[in-house]
């Protein structure tokens, strides 16, 4: 069965991708009828869909200068991190107690198209979220992977953008080795490692590192 999408909803999904994709870049504004005529929309779900936007922190309001694209603020992506960091530990626990065989066929399959990719590759991005995912839905937790949905949507270029590609592809592995031993400690403490790992590069990439 179709789900219905309002066109509330459909302008909502189109700028979120487009913020994640860096097309809106950070501090860009966001006019309400040029937004309008471009998704050829009336106002109202335009105006609905800035205001979702910005209770997911991807959009700004400010009553004089109007809605923009939201700044990247280090110190809360640093806070988001470690939420993320937790629940994706949570997560890769629960999945290595539960995963099967053909749950691991598939994992290996998508790390390895996450592999593949190239830094600047614009499928990076997808094929680490349909990496990371794949492993949620391995916990069988309904409401965990609803939490993990809200919580990626403050990374809109992805939670791996600050990090080298190489580290995440062997941390990957790791992660892919420990689901198939069964070995949820080392699930979770890998995963919390790849996580909070983004921390110091986000750091050393922006340059508040102390150094």
Known sequence: MRTYASKGDIVTDALRDLIARGELEPGALLRQRELAQRFEVSPTPVREALRRLESEGLVSYDVHRGSRVATIDLEEQEENFRILAALEALASSLAAAKVTDRDLDEIRHLEQNFAECSDGDTALKHANRDFHFRIYDCARSPLLLSLMRVL???????????????????????????????????????????????????????????T
């Open 152 to 210: 990626w949507r403050a990374f809109p270029n992805g939670p791996q953008y600050w990090r080298p590609h190489e580290e995440s592809v062997e941390q990957h592995h790791q992660l892919v080795a420990a689901l198939a031993a069964r070995d949820a400690d080392a699930a979770a403490e890998i995963t919390r490692h790849h996580v909070l790992g983004s921390i110091d590069w986000m750091r050393t990439l922006s340059g508040t590192d102390g």
